[in-house]
C-alpha cells in the first residue's frame, strides 16, 4: 500500500488438494520505526480453512537488527482464536546472510514455552528486481511476489 504499510494474502498450494481445502491467508504489516541498522513493524495474520471451526488469527511484532548483507530478527507473536486468546507467544530467532548478489542462507529457529521447537534453514533468492522470490530449504519450499511498489 506505501512504503510502510503492507497488505498480505495467499493461498497454500498442496498438490491433489482441492482448493476449497488449501489454507487461505490475509495480513497487514506496518512499519514502526526504521533506521540504518534497526527495524521495528507489528501486524495481524489471520488464516481460514474450511475445516477450521474459527479463524486462526495472530497479532505479532518483529524486530531485526542489521542491514541488506546480514540481520538477525526477533518475531514474536500471540495467537488466538475467535475470542480465545493463546497462553503463550510463539517466538523466533531468524537471520540471513548475504551469499551473493540476490543470494541469502537463511534460518530459523521458533521457541514456544521458551523451547526451541524445530529449525528452518534454507536458501532465499530474489528476481532481479527484488520484487520476488523464492525460498529451497528445510523442511519448505515457497514462492512469493509482490504487486506494484518501487
Known amino acids: 500500500v506505501s512504503d510502510r504499510h503492507a497488505i498480505l494474502g495467499g493461498a497454500s498450494l498442496l498438490p491433489g488438494t482441492a482448493l476449497d ?83 541469502y542462507f537463511v534460518g530459523e529457529l521458533p521457541f514456544y514455552k521458551a523451547k526451541p521447537r524445530f529449525s528452518l534453514l534454507g536458501i532465499r533468492r530474489y528476481s532481479e528486481n527484488g520484487d520476488s522470490h523464492w525460498d529451497l530449504g528445510y523442511p519448505y519450499l515457497s ?5 506494484g511498489g518501487d
Open 21 to 103: 481445502k488449501q489454507l487461505l491467508y490475509f495480513g497487514t504489516k506496518s512499519s514502526i520505526y526504521r533506521s540504518e541498522s534497526v527495524q521495528l513493524a507489528a501486524g495481524l495474520m489471520t488464516l481460514d480453512q474450511k475445516h477450521f471451526d474459527d479463524r486462526l488469527s495472530a497479532l505479532y511484532g518483529v524486530a531485526t537488527l542489521g542491514d541488506s548483507d546480514a540481520a538477525l530478527s526477533l518475531f514474536v507473536s500471540y495467537g488466538f482464536e475467535g475470542s480465545d486468546m493463546a497462553d503463550h507467544p510463539v517466538a523466533v530467532l531468524g537471520g540471513e546472510k548475504r551469499l551473493g548478489r540476490r543470494t
Open 143 to 147: 514462492y512469493s511476489f509482490g504487486f
